[in-house]
């Protein structure tokens, strides 16, 4: 029986079985659209059709939500529909779907995953993974253990909301070039790594298909890597923190 992980992102809620001995999907993934008002009844109900395409109605699930979640709570929702903000994701997904859940933080799945399956795996110290998508997620992970809701695409640089200038949407919303956007992400990461002193910075969410494009341009101090799981890391998290419980 293997955990399944749910990840409900801007665009797609995306759900797999995960098999915890390699971090790999036991089963093809599932994928609905994002509903375009994400309210949390609406994806509670996609979340139920994706679950119900998997045969086994047994297994813990883990549920990613875009914003910070505390005990289950989901406190802040930058982008995605703000009725989310108070929900008890804990309790309106458990009884969507009939099982218990856990709910946490999309960032904090990937840097999890990283941490367990990827590139973080055996590194020591304070490591930063972070998602650059829609937003700019963050994930601490020290010595193999995530501390949770660290929101660091909402640090102020500049007068600006960090993501609203360097997440992968504000390259595409102003077409920027790859050397531009590096630019913008070098400013971002020398005030990360001046506040916080990570010994390793890890660069995932889908734009890390393209790393060959814009890491090198990224001028900072710190040892900086892509991650290696990618748009497969939220499910692979979530599944395994799921196993956790
Ligand atoms: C949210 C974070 C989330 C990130 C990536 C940010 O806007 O505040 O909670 O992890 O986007 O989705």
Redesign the pocket.
């Given at each position: 029986m293997h955990p399944i992980g749910i990840d409900f992102?801007?665009s797609g809620i995306k759900a797999a079985p995960v098999d915890l001995s390699t971090g790999e999907f036991a089963a093809e993934r599932e994928r609905i659209e994002t509903p375009e008002k994400s309210t949390p009844d609406a994806v509670a109900e996609v979340m139920a059709e994706l679950l119900s395409r998997f045969d086994d109605q047994l297994s813990p699930v883990g549920v990613t939500?875009?914003?910070?979640?505390r005990h289950g709570v989901v406190s802040?929702?930058?982008?995605i529909h703000k009725s989310w903000i108070g929900t008890d994701a804990h309790a309106l997904l458990t009884k969507a779907l009939g099982r218990e859940v856990v709910a946490l933080?999309?960032?904090?799945a990937a840097g999890l995953a990283e941490a367990r399956y990827g590139v973080a795996v055996n590194r020591p110290g304070l490591v930063l993974v972070t998602?650059l998508?829609?937003?700019?997620?963050?994930?601490f992970v020290y010595d193999g253990v995530l501390v949770p809701?660290s929101?660091l695409?909402?640090l102020e640089i500049d007068g600006h909301d960090a993501?609203s200038r360097a997440?992968n949407s504000a390259r595409k919303r102003e077409d920027l070039s790859w050397e531009e956007w590096a630019e913008r992400l070098t400013t971002y990461y020398r005030t990360v790594e001046a506040l916080f002193s990570p010994d390793l910075i890890v660069v995932g969410?889908g734009v890390s298909k393209h790393a060959t494009e814009f890491m090198h341009l990224i001028d900072i101090d710190t040892e900086i890597i892509s991650a290696t799981l990618r748009n497969t890391a939220g499910i692979v998290g979530a599944a395994a923190l799921a196993a956790d419980q």
């Open positions: 992102g801007g939500v875009p914003g910070v979640v802040s929702a930058a982008n933080n999309d960032a904090d998602t998508g829609t937003g700019i997620g963050s994930a809701n929101e695409g909402h993501e997440a969410g």
